[in-house]
C-alpha cells in the first residue's frame, strides 16, 4: 500500500450557480425541445377554433376540430416523451 499525503481536511468550495427565472428556465427548455411548446399552440389552437365552431352552432366543424385536438395532443406527449429520451441518452454519454 503506498503512503501518499492525507486528503485535505477543508471540504472543496461548492459551485455557485446563478437563479433561473421563469422567463430564463422557459427559453432554456423551448430550446432543448421546440417541438412541445408548438404542439401546446397547436392543441390551444384547435380547441379554440373547436369551441368557437361549437358555439357558431356548426356542429360537424366543432366535431372535426375536437378530433383534431386529440391528435395535437397526442403530437405534443410524443414530442414530451421523444425530448426525454433524447435527453437521457445525452446524460449517459
Known amino acids: 500500500m503506498a503512503a501518499g499525503p492525507p486528503p485535505p481536511l477543508e471540504p ?3 459551485p455557485v450557480f446563478r437563479e433561473e427565472g421563469f422567463g430564463d428556465k422557459f427559453l432554456r427548455k423551448t430550446r432543448e425541445n ?12 384547435v380547441l379554440t377554433y ?10 360537424r366543424q366543432s366535431q372535426l376540430m ?3 385536438r386529440i391528435l395535437a ?14 435527453t437521457a441518452m445525452k446524460s449517459r454519454k
Open 66 to 68: 375536437m378530433r383534431a
Open 73 to 86: 395532443q397526442g403530437f405534443t406527449f410524443a414530442a414530451l416523451l421523444g425530448g426525454m429520451v433524447v
Open 12 to 14: 472543496s468550495p461548492m
Open 34 to 45: 421546440p417541438l412541445v411548446p408548438l404542439g401546446c399552440l397547436c392543441t390551444v389552437g
Open 50 to 59: 373547436g369551441l368557437i365552431s361549437f358555439k357558431r352552432g356548426n356542429i
